[in-house]
């Protein structure tokens, strides 16, 4: 069980090394036409992953507040 409050987000994407980047734009392409979503987004935050002892550590790159 995790004791960390829960924070409702979405993570679009995960990127590791050696991903052919032209393949994975291809295939965001082909499913972004079917996907649609309304909800309140207050703030978009960039997070970078790294794996640490079987553990997933998150390191906020960047954050832009949104005006509603």
């Given at each position: 069980p995790d004791n960390r409050a829960?924070?409702?987000h979405l993570t679009l994407?995960?990127?590791t090394g050696g991903?052919?980047?032209?393949?994975?734009q291809?295939?965001?392409d082909q499913v972004a036409s079917q996907?649609?979503?309304?909800?309140?987004?207050e703030?978009?935050?960039m997070l970078s992953s790294l794996k640490d002892e079987g553990k997933?550590?998150?390191d906020a790159i960047?954050?832009?507040?949104l005006d509603l």
């Open positions: 829960f924070t409702p994407g995960r990127v991903v052919d980047l032209q393949r994975l291809e295939s965001i996907v649609s979503c309304r909800c309140e987004v703030e978009i935050v997933v550590i998150y960047d954050r832009v507040e």
